[in-house]
């Protein structure tokens, strides 16, 4: 019998489904999800199956979204927003950055946030400067926030139940480049706790920690760099918060070895933190510079020729690779 | 009860939050208090004939002038005035201050000190009781300024557009920060001016009188539950100190604030129980009683332990901890 497969796309709204079917507390919110099924067509099904009553069509109104979602955390209930771009997180920053990662914290625990902020996040797909953004991040800049970005349509669905289930807010970060990707189906019951890596390829030279679109990146890599004799791990890191450093530190332990492939942008991107705590707390289980592998400095141009020169590319990974390998 | 008790109840009250802010301000200038503070003197009628016309389950949102707000939910002005000298009993245990004074015992889900930022939360919060089908109401309390900021109007669209329990309350004093309203306004009454353009009802009422008050958010809370949506009611009320800590409103014209001064909310709720026939005695005799009260409230925040260096890693997750890696 032929393996089931679901889409990553599909994975997001079975993911969802699953945990409205199991938590009745369970709604979601957002621009275009209910009767049109979501402008990528990641909320389809949903609205058919759940009814107005359960997932709610709003305004393009990304503070009324947030905010609303946050106030019904509050109060009972598991709100699952959408943003539909991560660019437009930025309209509704203040309260990633100032309401829900801080509101338990600074009322000495009175209160509690239970809820998802989904967002689709990064590029390849020639949609220009404010649509094509890799913002993960920005998230990873205030303490508060768990944040969870997935590679696989298995890892999507089993991060959103850890996520929907999870007591304390969520960004969830879906990648544009990856919605057409295929992958198993997981069985009914899965769940993938938060802040738990994956060694996705084992290898013995050097270690690729990557997240969402740079996973495939590094495998893609990793096979390139086989056929030149070096051996590359891959570390899927799945999330940023809570991050798994002890994986990390455990591959670079077997490979002495370290390029961490992000598609955010060099400048403040998530490797800089894996890097200073490697280098922090694993300096003597290196070999060689911990190289990163990033977005260029500049906003996502929109010709696909300028597009692959600023985000990695499996090129780009190789070739920082065999300059590592040679230490 | 009788409307003579009713209105002692909410005398008592507002009483219980100016001697809190008096202490506050006090123990301020006592260097016992630290960062700033905004306090609500003069605001007191607004909290007060709001939170008696509520029921005890609603829900309150408030700003960070939101002394007045704790208290009227019912927050020990022990642990208020504790919060504020960073002690270890302090409402959110030395992690919140002033401007953040949260009692969610008695529903009132926090004060927060971005602009306008509570408005859609508590729009949230209204969607919420709607979903569970409760039959509580959200209020936001807001000032003027909060009613050029873009989740004023974010807020007040989704809440009118999905029908939800929800009041917003302007406590329009008139200044934003050190700003007349009027000069930065397009508006003659900030909120309620703009109500009409989201389909809402508003009422414009004497933020100094608590029964006018009461009466207004009564009217719209039972709007609310009724499933006929948001009201917005705009309390007009004036502050009886500056902005905040560093503000000596010296840009407040001398006979405004003599008119205002006049028209202090305790000397109105003290008239309306003169007029119902409560014997001055009574009164003088609440006066005093609330003076001791809030006298050994601030002995014992003084007494208290100061905050626990520990809580600095608490309450940050659900799990009560603030480990972000493994």
């Given at each position: 019998?032929?393996?089931?497969?679901?889409?990553?796309?599909?994975?997001?709204?079975?993911?969802?489904?699953?945990?409205?079917?199991?938590?009745?507390?369970?709604v979601?919110?957002?621009?275009?999800?209910?009767?049109?099924?979501?402008?990528?067509?990641?909320?389809?099904?949903?609205?058919?199956?759940?009814?107005?009553?359960?997932?709610?069509?709003?305004?393009?109104?990304?503070?009324?979204?947030v905010?609303?979602?946050?106030?019904?955390?509050?109060?009972?209930?598991?709100?699952?927003?959408?943003?539909?771009?991560?660019?437009?997180?930025?309209?509704?920053?203040?309260?990633?950055?100032?309401?829900?990662?801080?509101?338990?914290?600074?009322?000495?625990?009175?209160?509690?946030?239970?809820?998802?902020?989904?967002?689709?996040?990064?590029?390849?797909?020639g949609?220009?400067?404010?649509?094509?953004?890799?913002?993960?991040?920005?998230?990873?800049?205030?303490?508060?926030?768990?944040?969870?970005?997935?590679?696989t349509?298995?890892?999507?669905?089993?991060?959103?139940?850890?996520?929907?289930?999870?007591?304390?807010?969520?960004?969830?970060?879906?990648?544009k480049g990856?919605?057409?990707?295929?992958?198993p189906?997981?069985?009914?019951?899965?769940?993938?706790?938060?802040?738990?890596?994956?060694?996705?390829?084992?290898?013995?030279?050097?270690?690729?920690?990557?997240?969402?679109?740079?996973?495939?990146?590094?495998?893609?890599?990793?096979?390139?760099?086989?056929?030149?004799?070096?051996?590359?791990?891959?570390?899927?890191?799945?999330?940023?918060?809570?991050?798994?450093?002890?994986?990390?530190m455990?591959?670079?332990?077997?490979?002495?070895?370290l390029?961490?492939v992000?598609?955010?942008?060099?400048?403040?991107g998530?490797?800089?933190?894996?890097?200073?705590?490697?280098?922090?707390?694993?300096?003597?289980?290196?070999?060689?510079p911990?190289?990163?592998?990033?977005?260029?400095?500049?906003?996502?141009?929109f010709?696909?020729?300028?597009?692959?020169?600023?985000?990695?590319?499996?090129?780009?990974?190789v070739?920082?690779?065999?300059?590592?390998?040679?230490? | 009860?009788?409307?003579?008790?009713?209105?002692?109840?909410m005398?008592?009250?507002?009483a219980?939050?100016?001697?809190?802010?008096?202490?506050?301000?006090?123990?301020?200038?006592?260097?016992?208090?630290?960062?700033?503070?905004?306090?609500?003197?003069?605001?007191?009628?607004?909290?007060?004939?709001?939170?008696?016309?509520?029921?005890?389950?609603?829900?309150?949102?408030?700003?960070?002038?939101?002394?007045?707000?704790?208290?009227?939910?019912?927050?020990?002005?022990?642990?208020?005035?504790?919060?504020?000298?960073q002690?270890?009993?302090?409402?959110?245990?030395?992690?919140?201050?002033?401007?953040?004074?949260?009692?969610?015992?008695?529903?009132?889900l926090?004060?927060?000190?971005i602009?306008?930022?509570h408005?859609?939360?508590?729009?949230g919060?209204?969607?919420?009781?709607?979903?569970?089908?409760?039959?509580?109401?959200a209020?936001?309390?807001?000032?003027?300024?909060?009613?050029?900021?873009g989740?004023?109007?974010?807020?007040?669209?989704?809440?009118?557009?999905?029908r939800?329990?929800?009041?917003?309350?302007?406590?329009?004093?008139?200044?934003?920060?050190?700003?007349?309203?009027?000069?930065?306004?397009?508006?003659?009454?900030?909120?309620?001016d703009?109500?009409?353009?989201?389909?809402?009802?508003?009422?414009?009422?004497?933020?100094n009188?608590?029964?006018?008050?009461?009466?207004a958010?009564?009217?719209?809370?039972?709007?609310?539950?009724?499933?006929?949506?948001p009201?917005?009611?705009?309390?007009?009320?004036?502050r009886?100190?500056g902005?905040?800590?560093?503000?000596?409103?010296?840009?407040?014209?001398?006979?405004?604030?003599?008119?205002?001064?006049?028209?202090?909310?305790?000397?109105?709720?003290?008239?309306?129980?003169?007029?119902?026939?409560?014997?001055?005695?009574?009164?003088?005799?609440?006066?005093?009683?609330?003076?001791?009260?809030?006298?050994?409230?601030?002995?014992?925040?003084?007494?208290a332990?100061?905050?626990?260096?520990?809580?600095?890693?608490?309450?940050?997750?659900?799990?009560?901890?603030?480990?972000?890696?493994?």
């Amino acid at each position: 019998m032929a393996e089931v497969t679901i889409s990553y796309r599909e994975a997001v709204a079975a993911g969802i489904a699953r945990e409205m079917r199991r938590d009745p507390s369970v709604v979601c919110l957002g621009e275009d999800i209910g009767a049109a099924e979501g402008v990528f067509k990641t909320t389809v099904g949903l609205f058919k199956e759940f009814g107005a009553e359960r997932v709610w069509d709003t305004p393009i109104s990304e503070q009324a979204i947030v905010g609303a979602a946050m106030g019904a955390a509050m109060t009972g209930m598991r709100p699952v927003a959408e943003i539909m771009f991560s660019d437009f997180l930025a309209c509704c920053w203040d309260y990633l950055a100032n309401e829900i990662p801080k509101v338990r914290y600074m009322t000495g625990g009175q209160v509690t946030v239970p809820l998802v902020i989904r967002t689709a996040n990064g590029g390849g797909l020639g949609f220009g400067a404010q649509h094509s953004q890799a913002v993960e991040n920005w998230a990873l800049t205030v303490p508060g926030l768990k944040i969870a970005a997935p590679s696989t349509p298995a890892d999507v669905i089993g991060l959103m139940a850890s996520a929907i289930r999870s007591d304390d807010p969520v960004v969830f970060f879906e990648h544009k480049g990856l919605f057409a990707s295929k992958g198993p189906m997981p069985p009914e019951d899965h769940v993938v706790e938060l802040g738990r890596a994956a060694v996705v390829r084992e290898g013995t030279d050097v270690t690729l920690v990557a997240l969402a679109s740079t996973v495939p990146t590094a495998l893609t890599a990793a096979e390139r760099l086989a056929a030149d004799g070096i051996s590359a791990e891959v570390v899927d890191l799945r999330c940023l918060i809570p991050m798994d450093v002890t994986t990390v530190m455990e591959s670079v332990g077997r490979t002495s070895r370290l390029v961490i492939v992000e598609e955010n942008p060099y400048q403040g991107g998530w490797g800089g933190t894996v890097a200073s705590i490697v280098v922090d707390e694993g300096f003597e289980l290196l070999d060689a510079p911990v190289r990163r592998v990033a977005s260029a400095n500049v906003p996502l141009p929109f010709a696909d020729a300028l597009e692959d020169e600023v985000i990695p590319t499996a090129d780009k990974v190789v070739a920082v690779v065999r300059g590592v390998a040679g230490y | 009860m009788s409307d003579a008790d009713d209105l002692l109840a909410m005398y008592r009250q507002m009483a219980v939050i100016r001697r809190t802010e008096k202490a506050a301000y006090d123990l301020f200038l006592a260097g016992l208090v630290k960062g700033t503070t905004h306090l609500a003197t003069g605001h007191e009628a607004v909290a007060v004939g709001a939170s008696a016309a509520l029921r005890a389950d609603d829900y309150v949102f408030a700003t960070y002038r939101g002394h007045h707000h704790a208290i009227a939910r019912g927050a020990p002005p022990e642990a208020c005035i504790a919060e504020l000298m960073q002690k270890s009993t302090g409402l959110c245990k030395g992690k919140g201050g002033s401007m953040h004074l949260t009692y969610a015992a008695g529903g009132m889900l926090g004060s927060y000190a971005i602009v306008g930022a509570h408005l859609p939360m508590a729009v949230g919060a209204a969607w919420s009781a709607k979903q569970r089908g409760t039959g509580q109401v959200a209020v936001a309390f807001f000032g003027d300024g909060a009613t050029n900021i873009g989740a004023f109007h974010e807020a007040l669209n989704l809440a009118a557009v999905w029908r939800l329990p929800v009041v917003f309350v302007c406590e329009n004093n008139l200044y934003m920060e050190y700003t007349p309203i009027g000069a930065v306004t397009a508006a003659d009454h900030p909120a309620a001016d703009r109500a009409p353009a989201y389909r809402l009802p508003a009422d414009i009422v004497d933020g100094n009188d608590a029964v006018l008050v009461r009466e207004a958010v009564d009217k719209a809370a039972q709007r609310a539950r009724a499933g006929d949506g948001p009201t917005v009611v705009e309390a007009e009320t004036y502050r009886h100190y500056g902005h905040s800590r560093t503000d000596p409103a010296k840009y407040r014209p001398a006979d405004e604030v003599e008119l205002w001064m006049k028209h202090d909310p305790i000397d109105v709720a003290r008239a309306r129980l003169e007029a119902l026939g409560v014997p001055a005695d009574r009164i003088r005799q609440l006066d005093e009683q609330v003076a001791a009260e809030i006298a050994a409230a601030v002995d014992a925040a003084k007494a208290a332990p100061a905050a626990d260096v520990a809580e600095a890693f608490t309450d940050m997750w659900a799990d009560g901890g603030a480990q972000w890696r493994r």
